[in-house]
Each structure stands twice: as C-alpha cells, then as structure tokens.
C-alpha cells in the first residue's frame, strides 16, 4: 500500500490551496484517511479526518473553519482544502490510512499504519 500526497506549494498568508491524497494498493474507499502535518524538530500533527462514508469529519482546534476534508469516492482521492492559509500552518502535510478498512483510529499518529511521503506547504506573510 502506498499513499501520495501532492498539492503542495508556496502561497501568501490569506490564500487557499488545495491537497490530495490518492493511494495504490487499496480503494481508500474502504478505509478512514487523515491529514497531519510536521515541523523540523516537531511531532507529526493531527489536521483532519474523514470516515470511508465520507462523513465523521474531525479537525484539529487550529484548522477549524479553514480547512475542509473531503473525498471523492469514485476517484479514489481525499481532499484537504485549506484556505485562510497562515505562516503558522507551513508544514510538511502527509495523508495517513489505517491497517484496517472500516476503521477510524484516534488521532495519535501512532494508530495511522500507511502514510503518504509528504508534500510541503508554506506560506509566507
């Protein structure tokens, strides 16, 4: 199973933009996917999840009301757009899914078993 993240890019502050994360190996239809984000030095971040259904949407407290996780079942693809973009929300985002399908697990990264490579976003003031 690998995941890939894409989407990633240098913006101003106040902008929008918009990640996906597509997968080989599994129909991410099956399965919960998340958004987490990572700093140099830093731990990986829980940002935004999404059941198989499509709903159960979950955001960390810092994203709320600016970034809006979605996917596209058919295309086997999970969005995350970000708008209202901050320098503090420049990061390397990654797109996670778990062993089982059907499955959420807590936001700890640790409970997350397949991961995108990363793609970087920031955004400068």
């Known amino acids: 199973v690998q995941l890939q993240a894409s989407g990633g890019g240098l913006v101003q502050a106040g902008a929008s933009l918009t990640l996906s994360c597509t997968a080989s190996?599994?129909?991410?239809?099956?399965?919960?996917v998340a958004w987490f984000r990572q700093l140099p030095g830093n731990e990986r971040e829980f940002v935004a999840a999404?059941?198989?259904?499509?709903?159960?949407?979950r955001y960390a407290d810092s994203v709320k009301g600016r970034f809006a996780i979605s996917r596209d079942r058919t295309k086997n693809v999970v969005f995350l757009q970000m708008s209202s973009l901050k320098p503090e929300d420049t990061a390397v985002y990654y797109c996670?899914?778990?062993?089982?399908?059907?499955?959420?697990?807590?936001?700890?990264?640790?409970?997350?078993?397949?991961w995108g490579q990363g793609t970087l976003v920031t955004v400068s003031s």
């Open positions: 190996g599994r129909a991410l239809s099956d399965y919960a």
């Open positions: 999404i059941h198989w259904t499509g709903g159960g949407l």
């Open positions: 996670a899914s778990p062993e089982r399908d059907h499955y959420v697990p807590r936001s700890s990264s640790g409970n997350w078993r397949y």
